[in-house]
């Protein structure tokens, strides 16, 4: 068979599955198993538990549970009320401050949490009811949402950096991590910067009775500082020990849940029940996630196995597209499909296919998966379809589907407008990798 079928035949058989609403994970094995039988017959499952029991054994894997655990143990410190409580105080009396409250929180909380959707969901339940009892502009109020959480997925700690870390060959996790520091605080300030300019130029998007906001002195402030000091150890814990280069992702995650239990005890929040409760949520996460990372990663040897990975490259290098043509052709396709599956989903389905031809046509991969990732998230969160936006509907019942659609517009194309940004100036997302 022509590599061109085995290639359409695997991928709609999978799609075929998850259109069913099987778990992806369930999914995945249910193709390897078939891809088995199908190409080695019975003496395949050897490979197939060989290439399984590789994969789950291997260090990186390990980052994955414990950055899901520091996590779960951080939500439930109180740690983020009192970066509430802080970022509310420094922000004072700024027409349209909840605005910027919502985008520092939702920046903070996709740090946390690593999923776009899932903190959409979150700020739809709890901030967007009471922003809409102040008198706050829906629309404007849902761009917040909408942009500040799809910078989840891009600023570290991100599971979906690690995932893409883990599948792809002679690629630093490390450098993958740090490489989204810069570009996710600029398109967090392009965000801002937003938001200033369309309450400048109409007042009436913002409701704030300044007068009714006390103004905090400097020790006030410094004072919240102090008291958010705890969260600080949690981010050097990880990132910082990373870029000084002094652990490993792995030995950080580890450090990263020793500083959220520390930061747990301080705000008196740290209790057996607490741990096994984000014991018990983390196991459930990990597992799913280790689970399909590893069918992923077999599917991928065996497309390489039936020779569609060979057959593709040789394919791609017929072409003779000039690089920008492919980054273009390559981008293009998240963009669309991310608009009716899951991010994680679409990583795991494209990997095995991209990383060959991002080698074939020598794409500095720290720089490619980082547009990637952003890619990614631009799709989930393009109407009619991204997924953030049903997301974001579901958590908020009061909101029309429509003035979702219409508020991410802008969201997008401020995305998009970044990434050409970083395909000029290749250096904002290389440079932090390059010195560690």
């Not at 949402?145 to 792809?168: F, W």
């Not at 280069?245 to 005890?265: C, D, K, L």
Request: with cysteine; glycine share 6%; net charge negative.
């Amino acid at each position: 068979m022509e590599w061109y079928w085995v290639l359409t035949a695997s991928f709609l058989f999978l799609l075929v599955l998850m259109s069913t609403g099987l778990p992806v994970f369930v999914a995945f094995l249910i193709a390897n198993v078939a891809g088995v039988l199908i190409t080695l017959g019975e003496r395949g499952f050897g490979m197939f538990s060989n290439s399984m029991y590789e994969t789950l054994t291997s260090e990186s894997f390990v980052t994955i549970p414990l950055f899901v655990l520091m996590g779960e143990v951080l939500f439930r410190s109180g740690s983020v009320d009192v970066l509430s409580t802080a970022l509310d105080k420094w922000i004072g009396r700024v027409n349209g401050r909840m605005y910027y409250l919502v985008i520092a929180l939702s920046t903070i909380f996709g740090a946390l949490s690593g999923a776009a959707a899932a903190v959409a969901a979150m700020l739809g339940r709890s901030v967007l009811p009471q922003m809409q009892k102040l008198g706050y502009d829906t629309n404007l109020t849902n761009f917040t949402i909408l942009g500040g959480a799809s910078l989840a997925p891009i600023i570290p700690p991100s599971l979906l950096v690690i995932v893409i870390g883990s599948l792809v060959r002679d690629t630093s996790i490390a450098g993958l991590l740090i490489a989204g520091i810069i570009p996710g605080l600029l398109i967090s300030l392009v965000l801002f910067v937003f938001v200033y300019i369309r309450v400048l130029n109409d007042p009436k998007l913002s409701p704030d009775n300044n007068e009714d906001v006390k103004e905090y002195s400097l020790k006030e402030k410094l004072l919240e500082i102090v008291k958010v000091s705890p969260f600080f150890i949690v981010i050097f814990s990880v990132m910082g020990l990373i870029l000084l280069g002094v652990a490993t992702p792995s030995e950080a995650a580890a450090t990263g849940v020793i500083g959220a239990i520390i930061t747990a005890a301080v705000y008196r929040a740290f209790h057996l029940k607490m741990l096994w409760e984000s014991l018990q949520s983390s196991t459930k996460i990990s597992l799913m996630i280790v689970i399909i990372v590893a069918s992923s990663k077999l599917f991928g040897q065996l497309l390489s196995f039936m020779g569609a990975t060979s057959g593709l490259i040789n394919f791609v290098s017929t072409l003779e597209l000039s690089d920008w043509m492919m980054l273009f052709i390559l981008m293009l396709i998240p963009f669309v499909l991310c608009m009716f599956i899951d991010q994680f989903a679409f990583i795991l389905l494209a990997i095995p296919l991209y990383a060959p031809v991002v080698s074939a046509y020598d794409f500095d991969p720290i720089w490619f998966w980082t547009i990637f990732l952003i890619n990614l998230t631009v799709g989930s969160l393009t109407p009619p379809f991204g997924y953030t936006l049903f997301a974001l509907k579901g958590a908020a019942e009061s909101v029309l589907i429509s003035d979702v659609y219409k508020s991410a517009w802008p969201v997008v194309i401020l995305f998009m407008a970044s990434i050409v940004f970083f395909y000029f100036f290749p250096g904002i997302i290389t440079y932090l990798p390059s010195i560690i």
